[in-house]
């Protein structure tokens, strides 16, 4: 997602804390690349982006970095190769497990009313995730386990 949903987090520049929320490749406001092949999105990519950022901002040598979602895996991953200036990592709603979250998803995929299941099956097995009855099937899971109140625009 864009950066939009994590602007409330601007309070705490209010505090004199400096704050940088972007968009990377691919999404929001950033560029767009919708005819890169699929090999051309890789962690290296998104974890040279952050660290292009962090030199163009002169902050790589002391800043906290806080990930949320993707962002989380990505700041983990940045974390991991140990970056000098990196003071503190925060991880929100993020996995761990890419292993343990698909088997967690499946546990609550399962139970989703049985035409709802055997929607999405059938779709995923003839690569027609645009019909229709694919997308309620989806928009069934959302509502049941991903965003329990209207979705925003």
């Known amino acids: ?3 939009n949903y994590l602007k409330p ?22 560029t767009h690349l919708p005819n890169a092949p699929r ?3 890789t962690i290296e990519l998104f974890l ?3 660290s292009a950022l962090l030199d163009h901002l002169n902050i ?5 970095l806080f990930g ?7 700041a983990a991953e940045h974390a991991v190769r140990c970056p000098q200036g990196l003071q503190s ?16 998803a499946n546990r609550l995929r399962a139970q989703l009313p049985k035409d709802a299941l055997e929607a999405l099956e059938r779709h995923e097995t003839n690569g027609t995730l645009g019909d229709p009855e694919y997308v309620a099937a989806v928009e069934e899971y959302y509502a ?6 209207p979705l925003p625009d």
């Open 1 to 3: 997602m864009a950066h």
């Open 9 to 30: 987090m601007e309070e705490l520049a209010q505090d004199g804390w400096p704050l940088v929320l972007y968009d990377q490749l691919g999404c929001g406001r950033s």
């Open 39 to 41: 090999h051309f999105w």
């Open 48 to 50: 040279e982006e952050l």
């Open 60 to 64: 790589s040598s002391d800043y906290h």
């Open 68 to 74: 949320q979602s993707w962002g989380g895996m990505l």
């Open 89 to 104: 990592l925060i991880l929100s709603n993020s996995l761990a497990s890419s292993a343990l979250w698909a088997q967690g």
């Open 144 to 149: 049941r386990h991903v965003c329990r109140v």
